[in-house]
T-cell receptor, first 111, second 111 residues
Framework: NAGVTQTPKFQVLKTGQSMTLQCAQDMNHNSMYWYRQDPGMGLRLIYYSASEGTTDKGEVPNGYNVSRLNKREFSLRLESAAPSQTSVYFC??????????FGSGTRLTVV | EDKVVQSPLSLVVHEGDTVTLNCSYEVTNFRSLLWYKQEKKAPTFLFMLTSSGIEKKSGRLSSILDKKELFSILNITATQTGDSAVYLCAALNQAGTALIFGKGTTLSVSS
């Protein structure tokens, strides 16, 4: 009964380093999403994948890339991290127009 | 541009008080309005509202949607310290591919 699992939970990067945030869901959902949450900003959509094999940009895609590896997994990559990407990142999944289920988040700090 | 606006941004009440949180939205191809509670980790689902005028209730929490005036309210009666959290409102489009969040209302309940 894991739901949506994100790894890692915490990460500190130096400016210019790259990393990949992993997300996996076991609910057989078609759609998956990456959000970032900054203080006072709510959650903002970075990228989403409506189904396996498709990805689309959200509100704040610059500086990120995604891969929908299979139906279960949706990864977010930062090619060259910047301090402005310091944030809490949430992965979510959904099926049809039902509510989203969120992972527990990854707290990323870029120094 | 699609947007969701919540008010107030923060609220401090005493245990036992009743609170009303507001959410207005302007979303193209609107389908549903969702409420989440967030306590320093992943948002947890509270309600999904699709039809106007039908109150949804769960214990001390209730919510209603007005699709004509484009807003929703979340009521919490007899507040407890455990209700302290950020309450997020989000609007879902028809395709279910975009969940747009407001900035949240931070509720603090003092004993």
């Amino acid at each position: 009964n894991a739901g949506v699992t994100q790894t890692p939970k915490f990460q500190v990067l130096k400016t210019g380093q790259s990393m990949t945030l992993q997300c996996a869901q076991d609910m057989n959902h078609n759609s998956m999403y990456w959000y970032r949450q900054d203080p006072g900003m709510g959650l903002r959509l970075i990228y989403y994948s409506a189904s396996e094999g498709t990805t689309d940009k959200g509100e704040v895609p610059n500086g990120y890339n995604v891969s929908r590896l299979n139906k279960r997994e949706f990864s977010l990559r930062l090619e060259s991290a910047a301090p402005s990407q310091t944030s809490v990142y949430f992965c979510a999944s959904s099926e049809g127009t039902l509510g989203y289920t969120f992972g527990s988040g990854t707290r990323l700090t870029v120094v | 541009e699609d947007k969701v606006v919540q008010s107030p941004l923060s609220l401090v009440v005493h245990e036992g008080d009743t609170v009303t949180l507001n959410c207005s939205y302007e979303v193209t191809n609107f389908r549903s309005l969702l409420w989440y509670k967030q306590e320093k980790k992943a948002p947890t689902f509270l309600f999904m509202l699709t039809s106007s005028g039908i109150e949804k209730k769960s214990g001390r929490l209730s919510s209603i949607l007005d699709k004509k005036e484009l807003f929703s309210i979340l009521n919490i009666t007899a507040t407890q310290t455990g209700d302290s959290a950020v309450y997020l409102c989000a609007a879902l489009n028809q395709a279910g591919t975009a969940l747009i969040f407001g900035k949240g209302t931070t509720l603090s309940v003092s004993s």
